[in-house]
């Protein structure tokens, strides 16, 4: 006589475990690195856009605002609502679409034989994963947003 057993079996159980575990070791460090290249983009986006706004404003008043840095709060994870009351950020005209988690500002150059005209540097702070190492990235009037790391411009 033979016995029907329905289900699995211990080690059916265990094997089917092991295999989850592996596909999710694999699966969560490489959603955790793509959630930072997202967070990272808007740094990147911003920047791009703080620095259009600056040669916008160059064409039409001859010279580069200088803005301090905006949210003053520390860069981090959590979203920051953009609503500067400083009134180079309102005559600059640049407004993100919703809240930022990066802090963000301009240092400018007066025209010199060097750089006609003056230059700025545009500057984003941005703490993606809450470990106080903020990621920077810079463009000026002659170079797009690149990021700065302590392994070089990336």
């Known amino acids: 006589m033979s016995v029907r057993r329905d289900g699995f079996t211990l080690v059916e159980l265990m094997i089917a475990l092991a295999c989850i575990g592996i596909l999710a070791a694999i699966a969560v460090p490489t959603w955790l690195e793509w959630r930072s290249d997202a967070r990272l983009g808007?740094?990147?986006?911003?920047?791009?856009?703080?620095?259009g706004h600056q040669m916008a404003y160059e064409a039409t008043f001859n010279?580069?605002?200088p803005l301090?840095?905006?949210?003053?709060?520390?860069?981090?994870?959590?979203?920051?609502?953009?609503?500067p009351?400083?009134?180079?950020w309102q005559a600059l005209g640049f407004f993100p679409e919703g809240a930022v988690r990066g802090a963000y500002g301009v240092t400018?150059?007066?025209?010199?034989t060097s750089t006609p005209g003056g230059d700025f540097l545009v500057t984003g702070l941005?703490?993606?994963?809450?470990?106080?190492?903020?990621?920077i990235f810079?463009?000026?009037k002659?170079?797009?947003?690149?990021?700065?790391?302590?392994?070089?411009?990336r």
């Open 63 to 65: 010279e580069f605002l």
């Open 108 to 112: 400018t150059t007066p025209p010199s």
């Open 142 to 153: 002659s170079i797009n947003p690149r990021r700065i790391t302590s392994r070089g411009v």
């Open 42 to 51: 808007e740094a990147n986006v911003c920047v791009r856009g703080i620095k």
């Open 138 to 140: 810079t463009a000026t």
């Open 126 to 135: 941005m703490d993606v994963d809450g470990d106080d190492n903020n990621a």
């Open 85 to 88: 009351s400083d009134p180079d």
């Open 68 to 83: 301090p840095l905006y949210p003053t709060s520390d860069p981090g994870v959590v979203l920051r609502v953009w609503n």
